[in-house]
């Protein structure tokens, strides 16, 4: 008899795990994988796992649920059993949402005055909130269009503490809101607000340091999100102003070099990427750029290395697979760079919408278009090879892409929607 309860216990708990669930546990606990901040778990927009299926259809990738919300272009951030998103509500408000990641049910809402309006070129994107936020296992981290950055308990959206940038340093308000990312390493944010780059203490929203300031106006809080990096062996942080690129210190704020980026209107949207100690970025209105960076009795020196004008930049921040650096570009091409022999290997032959987010499993990227519609693509050397496409959405989709286990989350400009693998592509044979 005891044997019979054993087995039937053991048949049942095969059975729950398949289903994705655990004796004595939610379900939501048992899904993989996590996407804490912009552009993933070690932000350089790439995931570890099992290789993707190589169709997009829906037998393989399969829509678990989607939920209408306000409007804007958050990337949504996952957790063990949740999803966050923010959103402009009336044109007044701004939201932070938690769902449950299985079921989309949503579990709390916070919300905040914070709403303006961006200069008459750029309201053909709206004048929704933009920064993705960042999750360290405890609080969510906001930014908000209006110079603010919100902290909250990620378990039942209480505000933590909230700073606003303009109050606190008497900088005009960003003409196109605070648009950049946080950045949360140990005890600390990183973000670029109040016409300069700060470091906060993340407990309290107390300044630490302040440095790269830059005026503020219509030139000024830029667009770009920081990275932590150590090239030459050294651990600092990359940050790209409206007008330079730049490495900081991380403890001390000191910049340890710069380096002025041409671009119109001072667009210098992208997150510069990194290859050993060559330095990518590329801006609307300049150019792509690879700089070498050396260090010698303790100073840093940065040299050009190579420069090519047709090949601008956008909003698009690219991926480096195997030493390649594939990227989407200002023409609506998409396009593999060498850096190591300091040339574009090839160009895809059809343009596609002003935007995509990236993110690359293995030598498998996963695109999402601005025009609602998600590539899949066999990143090589040699050519473009786009295995599958598929349209998702009718709106557009500017929401960085997020990849966090089996599952695919897609921020449309008014929903979030979410999709799973079926079975990885263990046995697929790649063309």
């Not at 044997?3 to 994705?20: D, K, P, Q, T, V």
């Not at 990227?365 to 609602?372: E, F, P, R, T, V």
Request: hydrophobic residues 40%.
């Amino acid at each position: 008899m005891y044997h019979r309860i054993w087995l039937c216990l053991f048949l049942m708990s095969m059975f729950c795990r398949e289903a994705g669930w655990v004796l004595g546990q939610s379900s939501s606990r048992r899904i993989s994988g996590t996407w804490p901040q912009w552009r993933g778990p070690q932000r350089n927009g790439t995931v570890d796992g099992p290789p993707w299926p190589r169709k997009l259809d829906s037998t393989r990738l399969k829509k678990m649920w989607r939920r209408e919300i306000g409007q804007g272009y958050p990337g949504p951030i996952v957790c063990a059993d949740r999803v966050f998103t923010v959103e402009t509500r009336d044109k007044k408000l701004e939201i932070a949402r938690a769902f449950d990641r299985l079921s989309g049910q949503q579990i709390w809402e916070t919300a905040w005055v914070c709403s303006m309006k961006v200069p008459f070129f750029a309201a053909r994107n709206g004048s929704w909130v933009r920064s993705t936020p960042a999750y360290d296992g405890k609080c969510l981290y906001v930014a908000g269009m209006r110079d603010i950055l919100v902290c909250l308990n990620a378990q039942d959206g209480t505000v933590m503490w909230q700073v606003d940038f303009v109050k606190r340093f008497g900088t005009p308000l960003p003409k196109f809101g605070l648009v950049c990312s946080p950045l949360v390493i140990e005890g600390a944010v990183y973000i670029q607000a109040g016409a300069s780059f700060l470091k906060l203490d993340k407990e309290t929203g107390a300044t630490v340091w302040r440095t790269l300031e830059d005026g503020g106006g219509m030139f000024g809080s830029a667009f770009s999100s920081p990275i932590f990096q150590a090239p030459c062996g050294e651990p600092q942080l990359l940050v790209q102003t409206r007008n330079l690129l730049a490495g900081v210190d991380p403890h001390t704020g000191a910049v340890l070099w710069q380096q002025a980026i041409k671009a119109f209107r001072g667009m210098n949207i992208l997150t510069p990427v990194v290859w050993g100690n060559t330095l990518f970025t590329s801006s609307y209105g300049g150019a792509s750029l690879l700089f070498d960076l050396k260090k010698t009795n303790d100073a840093f020196k940065l040299s050009e290395v190579w420069k090519d004008r047709k090949s601008q930049g956008y909003m698009s921040t690219p991926v480096v697979i195997d030493g390649y650096i594939y990227f989407h570009r200002r023409d609506r091409r998409f396009c593999c760079l060498d850096p190591q022999a300091k040339k574009i290997l090839w160009t895809s032959p059809e343009k596609f919408g002003r935007y995509w987010s990236l993110v690359a499993n293995g030598a498998t990227i996963l695109a999402l278009d601005q025009k609602g519609e998600l590539l899949l693509i066999h990143a090589h050397p040699e050519a473009f090879k786009l295995s599958d496409r598929r349209q998702i959405s009718t709106q557009e989709t500017w929401g960085h892409l997020a990849v966090a286990g089996d599952q695919v989350f897609v921020r449309e400009l008014k929903a979030l929607a979410v999709y799973r693998w079926s079975e990885p592509a263990r046995a697929e044979k790649i063309e």
